[in-house]
């Protein structure tokens, strides 16, 4: 039987490649951080991230097929109840890849690839503007207040001098 032409392969063969993958990101997911080659790092890095969108629901459904690419039950149990719902404010970019040094014995390039659990910049400074609109609105707010109630007492003013 040929092998299949379309995409390249990290294996021989595509079920050694979801094998390697499925290993890859049950790692991940465990340790937050693990250290492989640029190739392995750039398949595995979509393939999280479907399944860390999947974990976000946290529906039956979702988690059943997780399951089906990650047989590790202890695993999909923590990211599920631990790595999902710190992802949730999220919306995407949950790993990180960095280049490292070339492997010493064969000279292959190198990635860390990691979740990324923190708050982005980006995150902390939609917050602040947020933050500052709505402080702003008040002050607004309570600008206006004292103003219509001045304008409401000078119209009472004006209508006891009428009268």
Known sequence: MPTPKKGARLGGSAAQQRHLLSNLAVNLFEHGAIK????????LRPYAEKIITKAKSGSLADRRAVL?????KDVVAHLFEELGPQFANRDGGYT???????RTGDNAPMSQISLVTEETVTAEANRATRAAASKAAEEEKAEETPAEETAAEESKEESTEEK
């Open 36 to 43: 492989t080659t640029d190739a392995k790092a750039k398949m």
């Open 68 to 72: 089906k690419l990650i047989p590790h």
């Open 96 to 102: 990180r890849i960095i280049k490292l040094d070339n």
